[in-house]
Antibody, heavy 120, light 107 residues
């Protein structure tokens, strides 16, 4: 069965860095684009970034451009989100999610999420 | 960026009720509209993709319709496990954006 397991969350100070990982299993990871979506406590969902199946293309929401980098290692079936220059407003649960098809049919499998807290 | 607006923000309903949630896009998004259900402490679950296609394993009481700027999610007969928050999402353009959510509560 498809499984996505995030890790790497924690408490960091503003301006610091953190790298999230998402370990995938149960499907051919290298065939799917992958996304990061975040959710602040008590708030709605915010799409953060996407990477193509082969890592050749990626896109970001404006609020993280230049600070976050999405990447993947298809040999390890793992998705990453490198987060630099973290701000208080980046505090959220971060979900990785599989793209259903060609970036247009939503996200059909999600991880359980990992909490990132940015606080002095 | 495309803004997605859901209405209502919350609603109260009883088991067996027919429930309709609306999502409006700030510009035409063709049929690039998806619906998710989220329960407390859990990841979202894809219900409907491409405006009206039912995701595998999702009960047929869920249906979606619409195109252009106006979309609806309908639950034909609300079940106890359907009390949750529902989000629409446009995948017409980057950044993909979500509606603010509609909370379906017990009446």
């Amino acid at each position: 069965q498809v499984q996505l397991v995030e890790s790497g969350g924690g408490v960091v100070q503003p301006g610091m860095s953190l790298r999230l990982s998402c370990a995938a299993s149960g499907f051919t990871f290298s065939s799917y684009a992958m996304h990061w979506v975040r959710q602040a406590a008590g708030k709605g969902l915010e799409w953060v970034a996407v990477i193509s199946h082969d890592g050749s293309n990626n896109y970001y929401v404006d609020s993280v451009k230049g600070r976050f980098t999405i990447s993947r290692d298809n040999s390890k079936n793992t998705l990453y989100l490198q987060m630099n220059s973290l701000r208080a407003e980046d505090t959220a649960v971060y979900f990785c999610a599989r793209d259903r098809w060609e970036l247009v049919q939503g996200h059909d499998y999600w991880g359980q999420g990992t909490l990132v807290t940015v606080s002095p | 960026d495309i803004q997605m607006t859901q209405s209502p923000s919350s609603l109260s309903a009883s088991v067996g009720d027919r429930v309709t949630i609306t999502c409006r896009a700030s510009q035409s998004i063709s049929s690039y509209l998806n619906w998710y259900q989220q329960k407390p402490g859990k990841a979202p679950k894809l219900l409907i993709y491409a405006a009206s296609s039912l995701q595998s394993g999702v009960p047929s009481r869920f249906s979606g319709s619409g195109s252009g700027t106006d979309f609806t999610l309908t639950i034909s007969s609300l079940q106890p496990e359907d009390f949750a928050i529902y989000y629409c999402q446009q995948t017409y353009s980057i950044p993909q954006t979500f509606g603010q959510g509609t909370k379906v509560e017990v009446k």
